[in-house]
């Protein structure tokens, strides 16, 4: 009887220890590959990219020129802009002065503003001062500009 305890227990304790060193070994195998696709697909992102930033760097380089001279045209249009807006605030405060002074009403400035203009009387008209346009730019001037920039 201790005999077979003995059989029992050394079948028992036995262990199949090649059986499960194989699916060890095909887990690892398995991970391996996947590690080897993982790298030449980062191989070839990593390939793709300085194609990417050489023909990005190349395209830029190419229009560098055009870029320049559309910043100037930009820069040159952004002044116009400039001057404009001091034409218009200064022409803004000419309407209000006249609006003063003729006593118009702000709630429809251009209609009252017109409306002593547009009404026809039969005495005549006097004498009114000659406003000198405040000082300006000559637009070709700012066209002639754009050509130097090219």
């Known amino acids: 009887m201790l005999d077979e305890t003995v059989k029992d ?3 028992y304790m036995k262990l ?16 391996l590959t996947r590690l ?14 300085s194609e990417c930033a050489s023909s990005v760097s190349e395209d830029i380089n190419k229009y560098r020129t055009e ?14 802009m400039v001057k404009v807006h001091n034409n218009v605030d200064t022409l ?12 118009v009403n702000n709630d429809n400035r251009i209609k009252s503003f ?4 547009l ?7 006097p004498d009114i001062a000659i406003v000198t346009p405040p ?16």
């Not at 870029?67 to 116009?80: A, F, G, R």
């Not at 017109?114 to 203009?117: H, R, S, V």
């Open 67 to 80: 870029v320049i001279t559309l910043s100037k045209k930009i820069n040159t249009l952004n002044e116009v």
């Open 36 to 49: 080897e696709e993982l790298s030449s697909v980062l191989q070839m992102i990593k390939s793709k990219n």
């Open 135 to 150: 000082i300006s730019f000559k637009f070709q001037s700012v066209l002639d500009n754009f050509d130097e920039c090219q």
């Open 119 to 125: 009404k026809r009387s039969s005495t005549p008209t």
């Open 92 to 103: 803004e405060k000419h309407v209000e002065k006249a609006e003063l002074d003729f006593g």
């Open 9 to 11: 227990y050394v079948a």
């Open 16 to 31: 199949n220890v090649s059986s499960e060193l194989k699916t060890v070994q095909d887990v690892i195998d398995n991970m």
């Open 114 to 117: 017109l409306k002593p203009f």
